[in-house]
């Protein structure tokens, strides 16, 4: 079971970025899964970023990008994109994806607290200057 997050990268303020996360293995290919991105600067605490149930209907957001991020997947590929707008410097962090199994296929529940994951990405770097 593998999550492995595509290159971030170094972003003017007021650019865009899209990052992605392809799952691999087994159980990502049998089972439905909910799916999340959180992201993390030294010195602070992992916080929520988005989330997305199996089907892609239902989304959240944290405040401080709503409106200027969009969390999106695509099941037959298994992989989850983040594309991040209207970049500020404060959403300089490293990013980290994130599944939770034993969701059911119909359901619109999404997770904004990184207990309720199970798997986690390496983590790649978004570096926005101003």
């Known amino acids: 079971v593998q999550l492995q997050a595509s290159r971030g990268g170094l972003v003017q303020a007021g650019g865009s970025l899209r990052v992605s996360c392809a799952a691999s293995g087994p159980t990502f290919s049998r089972f439905s899964w909910a799916a999340g991105w959180f992201r993390q600067v030294p010195g602070k605490e992992r916080e929520f970023v988005a989330a997305?149930?199996?089907?892609?209907?239902?989304?959240k957001y944290a405040d401080s990008v709503k409106d200027r991020f969009t969390i999106s997947r695509d099941n037959a590929k298994n992989t989850v994109y983040l594309q991040m707008n209207s970049l500020k410097p404060v959403d300089t962090a490293v990013y980290y994806c994130?599944?939770?199994?034993?969701?059911?296929?119909?359901?619109?529940?999404?997770?904004?607290?990184?207990?309720?994951?199970?798997?986690w990405g390496q983590g790649t770097l978004v570096t926005v200057s101003s």
């Open positions: 994130t599944a939770r199994f034993g969701v059911s296929s119909s359901s619109g529940s999404v997770y904004a607290r990184s207990s309720e994951y199970d798997y």
């Open positions: 997305i149930n199996w089907s892609g209907d239902s989304t």
